[in-house]
């Protein structure tokens, strides 16, 4: 099966966004990933609420919308407000996450749980069933742009394991120095969902790189 892409609007020009959320429109790719961060969890700040409205108004693919903040519960009723299909947590971020998972999906949305470089996949063991999708960050959050983890691989065979075993149906999505070469052995190793920045818009022809991308 090919690979779901989510190409990431953190690397996007944002001068320019319109122009680039329609490119994402007129691509291969199924939805579009974005990340919100606060400066406290992860030591960096990307964009809020009134630019993501901009964004949602725009787009025409479903809205994977990634938190990298602390107490992401707070902002459920801000995301479902967007129309987000996926609102993505991290585990670390969160000490009551079976209680935040429930909370995202009755709000209407699908919860995923996004874990860091140095998490480790067996702590998903008891969540892993009430899941719409495993998150492995394969760079530490942040920045865009950065060197792809090569211990990720790794993880994400774990983690395809631990859904073998456990009869979860959760997906699995991969962030941060996904490529081409890197893509292709994340979806060899059982990766479903690729998210892409610098790979996507940073080259001559953005919608030939998803198009790249999705054929792996």
Not at 40 to 56: E, Q, R
Not at 121 to 129: M, R, T, Y
Not at 165 to 180: F, K, M, P, R, Y
């Amino acid at each position: 099966m090919k690979p779901i892409i989510s190409p990431s609007i953190l690397s996007a020009d944002f001068g320019y966004l319109a122009r680039d959320i329609e490119m994402i429109n007129e691509s291969e790719a199924e939805w579009v990933h974005i990340d919100i961060m606060d400066g406290v969890f992860v030591p960096n700040i990307s964009f809020g609420f009134p630019v993501l409205k901009y964004v949602a108004k725009l787009s025409q693919k479903p809205l994977d919308v990634h938190l990298m903040i602390v107490q992401p519960e707070k902002f459920i009723p801000e995301v479902k407000a967007l129309g987000a299909h996926v609102m993505n947590v991290h585990y670390e971020a969160c000490p009551h996450l079976h209680r935040v998972v429930q909370q995202i999906r009755e709000a209407g949305m699908q919860p995923a749980v996004t874990i860091n470089p140095a998490t480790p996949v067996s702590l998903l063991k008891d969540i892993i069933n009430d899941v719409y999708m495993v998150l492995i960050m394969s760079v530490n959050p942040g920045f865009g742009g950065q060197k792809f983890i090569e211990h990720s691989l790794d993880k994400v065979r774990e983690l395809r394991e631990l859904i073998t075993v456990t009869g979860s149906q959760a997906l699995i999505e991969v962030d941060g120095g996904v490529n081409l070469e890197t893509g292709s052995r994340l979806v060899e190793a059982g990766a479903d969902v690729l998210v892409a920045g610098n790979a996507v818009f940073s080259a001559p022809d953005p919608k030939e790189a998803i198009r790249a991308l999705r054929n792996l």
